[in-house]
């Protein structure tokens, strides 16, 4: 078996030499046609054998050792347009041309010869090659031919009848292809295991005579093998880019494929590092590799620096917008603060009625909507603060640029200019209060982090053990939900899955909910304010949004981006393995999930893709499979044909039962020592 070409990946592997990478065998390319036997040398007495096997014809002339000839059986009829001819080609001829190739075929429909044109131009051809003269359009050798045993008599005689009547031979003999083997090398008794294309036999052999009476035949053949390949292949590499032909699948089996000396001990190892690098082979499918541009140094300079100005650009954008939204809803905020402050003065009823023509229902679905809109202020000035953290020293100093003392003059006292530098100046003070009110939340929340972390080591301290499991519990949970949104996220994708037909659900229900109308077909909520950036609940009971998982429904239908929210995930489960590697002696390297999705570990990933990591960029290894489990379960169908769903015995069992009861009156076979 010829290592033909590799790739390196000592990159990711540094400790280990590069994987081997076998190419996937196609059919024989042929530059001439089949050579031909000079009649000089042909003699008419010499009887001719022929093979002619549903793989493979082989024919040569009694006293070769080996078939002078030996090619597929296949055949094509290719039909000239230009000059308006067609031609019939055989064998390894078929390969000289593409279009030829695209239209062969095979005479034989499971183990019986169907197509008995095609025999006649495989015959013609075979004989032509060998040399044979005709004497009269016949041929005057004795033929001596294979078959399987128990074949049909309307074979044998629909075979007979071609050629002694087409070819008029003076003799023919059938005979068993394996028996014809035994009695070449001498054998006297024994068992005879004759493995064909479409079926295997046993057949026992008794002083040169074959007891056919008690033979055994098993339907496991080279055909189920290589369809059992072919399947597991499918199987395994659903979506590989390649479509494998019968000539590389049957490639794949006599090349790769092995016996296993002790199957059952050794399929249980066959997923181990150190097996999978002695016996894993990766093959690799034809493709026209696109070849990436070397950039020079400096064009991979000006790209990060155009990258960074993009960013930079994208990020100002959203400072801009941010900034805008942040301004609407502090009008709002102002607007609807004001319009509370005036409740005091006034009456009940006409409290009502300035709520309802604001568009509220009534005083608490106000209160609910000013409470929604302080708490996104308080969120979009933390992210304002942090945007300006690295301009700390400046905002210090900002308030000694302005002098601030003409706030307090009334305006009688102050020109038009001063007044409009007034409105400036309170702007600008506005700004900075809400600048440090800002700061002040952010120096809060940190502030009660590092409380939270000093009761967790107080806690830690008292209670080693509680702590150990409070902590294992908190990372099992951040484990599974990171899992149930993986895996939810992948069932969206499936348009018959069950997540996504309750995700089709939720949005059909989100468009129902429209406005009601009155009896008098008008819109209850026609005068209602459109608020996107705080939305009203008309139920009073409701309390969608208490817990934060509420919200995932929104981002289910948008269909929202939740690498930052696996970023976090990361992040949170990392920072609790890196506690409990600590402080928890039951919790090993091996317990944290970077290692449980190592691919050292993972079978799925040993079982597709071998003992190495896997590049999903790397165009050679989307063009790869591996054979590993594959090499030895292959063959395994003789000895085990339940593998692939045939309710039969083994050849192994079909021997043993052969020979030690069905034999006992054998000398040889039944341990009789006389």
């Not at 002078?68 to 000289?96: A, C, E, H, K, W």
Request: with cysteine.
């Amino acid at each position: 078996m010829e290592k033909r070409f590799s790739h390196n990946f000592a990159k990711r592997d540094e400790g280990l030499p590069p994987r081997e990478v076998y190419p996937l065998p196609d059919y024989p390319k042929r530059t001439h046609f089949e050579p031909f036997i000079p009649c000089a040398s042909y003699q008419n007495d010499l009887p001719i054998a022929l093979d002619f096997g549903k793989t493979n014809v082989r024919i040569g002339v009694a006293g070769m050792d080996d078939p002078y000839m030996q090619f597929p059986t296949l055949y094509s009829r290719y039909r000239d347009r230009t000059l308006n001819r067609s031609s019939t080609f055989i064998g390894y001829d078929i390969f000289v041309e593409s279009t030829i190739k695209s239209s062969m075929k095979n005479p034989f429909d499971g183990q019986m010869l169907t197509n008995w044109e095609a025999t006649e131009k495989i015959l013609d051809y075979s004989f032509l090659h060998l040399g044979v003269t005709p004497n009269n359009e016949c041929v005057p050798n004795p033929i001596v031919m294979n078959e399987s045993l128990a074949t049909p008599l309307s074979q044998r005689e629909n075979l007979s009848q071609l050629l002694f009547e087409t070819y008029q031979i003076p003799s023919l003999a059938f005979g068993v292809d394996s028996l014809f083997s035994f009695y070449q090398n001498n054998g006297k008794s024994g068992l005879v295991l004759g493995t064909n294309h479409e079926a295997s036999y046993v057949i026992p052999v008794s002083n040169e005579k074959p007891m056919v009476d008690i033979s055994k035949r098993i339907n496991i053949g080279g055909h189920q093998l290589y369809d059992f390949m072919r399947s597991s292949i499918n199987l395994k590499y659903p979506y590989f880019p390649t479509r494998l032909n019968d000539w590389q699948v049957q490639s794949l089996v006599n090349q790769y494929c092995f016996v296993s000396k002790d199957f059952n001990s050794e399929i249980k190892q066959c997923l181990d590092l150190d097996y999978l690098e002695k016996h894993d082979i990766t093959i690799e499918a034809p493709f026209n590799e696109v070849l990436k541009e070397e950039k020079t140094e400096e064009q991979i300079r000006m790209e990060e620096i155009k990258r960074k100005e993009n960013i930079k650009k994208l990020q100002d954008q959203a400072k801009i917008k941010r900034q805008e939204k942040l301004k609407l809803k502090q009008k709002d905020f102002e607007y609807y603060s004001k319009i509370k402050l005036s409740f005091q003065n006034m009456s009940k009823k006409e409290v009502l009625n300035i709520i309802r023509e604001a568009g509220f229902d009534d005083e608490s679905d106000l209160d609910k909507y000013l409470s929604n809109l302080e708490k996104q202020l308080k969120k979009a000035k933390l992210l304002e603060m942090d945007d300006e953290d690295g301009n700390g020293s400046e905002n210090d100093n900002e308030s000694n640029k302005y002098d601030f003392s003409i706030l307090d003059k009334p305006n009688s006292e102050l020109t038009q200019e001063e007044q409009r530098e007034k409105r400036r100046l309170r702007l600008i003070k506005s700004g900075m209060e809400a600048k440090e009110r800002a700061k002040q939340e952010k120096e809060e929340a940190i502030r009660e982090a590092e409380e939270l972390r000093k009761r967790d080591i107080e806690f830690r301290e008292n209670d080693l053990d509680g702590w150990i499991v409070e902590k294992r519990k908190l990372l099992n949970n951040v484990v599974q939900r990171r899992k149930d949104r993986i895996k939810l996220k992948e069932e969206l994708g499936d348009r018959k899955s069950r997540a996504s037909q309750q995700r089709m659900k939720n949005i059909a229900s989100l468009a129902d909910d429209g406005p009601a109308t009155n009896s008098e077909g008008s819109s209850n909520a026609s005068n209602k304010r459109r608020r996107h950036e705080a939305t009203i609940d008309n139920d009073p009971n409701d309390t969608f949004g208490a817990n934060d998982e509420d919200w995932a429904i929104y981002r289910d239908i948008a269909g929202v981006d939740d690498e930052e929210l696996s970023a976090e995930e990361l992040e949170e489960i990392y920072t609790i393995e890196k506690q409990l590697l600590e402080f928890d002696p039951n919790f090993t390297i091996d317990d944290t999930q970077e290692r449980q999705f190592n691919y050292k570990t993972s079978i799925i990933h040993k079982f597709l893709r071998g003992p190495r990591e896997f590049d999903n960029e790397d165009q050679h290894q989307l063009h790869q499979f591996h054979l590993n489990v594959e090499r030895i379960r292959i063959p395994e169908l003789l000895f085990q044909p339940s593998i692939t769903g045939v309710d039969q015995a083994g050849v192994v069992e079909v021997m043993e039962d052969t020979i030690l009861r069905r034999l006992p009156q054998e000398l040889g076979f039944s341990g009789d020592i006389s």
